[in-house]
């Protein structure tokens, strides 16, 4: 999904698209920061609407707790779990909450920024390219 707001022109072709995540990461790498496939899709959210950036918010919340309801519905573990499996799961279990919380908090905060049907997001960014 993010990599759907980053590119989606369809004159951007493939080996373009690898070439600029090859720079990219580059970049953010050099501030000892390995960037995930979330984290580079955020830095392009300034280029849509707050109507737009809701929705793809929106739609990453539903993703993610899908996410959670499929890992709730794994088998319990029984005497001799595999540690290994329990260790990853906890994981996925403790990053999908902390996204699925950061998400609502965001989408809470941009909705608060609408006023008179303009958003105070999309006048920021209309205001810095001015």
């Known amino acids: 999904m993010w990599h759907i707001i980053c590119f989606c022109l369809p004159a951007v072709t493939r ?5 600029f995540f090859t720079l990219f ?3 953010l790498r050099a501030y000892g920061r390995e960037p995930g496939e979330m984290d580079i899709g955020l830095f392009f959210l300034h280029t849509l609407s707050a109507e737009e950036v809701l929705t793809v918010l929106e739609e990453r919340l539903d993703m993610v707790v899908r996410s959670q309801e499929y890992l709730a519905l794994s088998p319990a573990y029984g005497e001799e779990a595999d540690v290994k499996r329990m260790i990853i799961d906890d994981h996925m279990r403790t990053l ?18 609408n006023i008179d049907g303009k958003s105070k997001l999309d006048m920021t960014y209309v205001a810095s390219q001015t």
């Not at 080996?15 to 070439?19: A, H, I």
Request: net charge positive.
């Open 96 to 113: 999908l909450e902390a996204e699925r919380d950061w998400l609502k908090r965001t989408i809470a905060r941009i909705r608060s920024l």
């Open 15 to 19: 080996s373009e698209q690898q070439r």
């Open 25 to 27: 990461r580059e970049v």
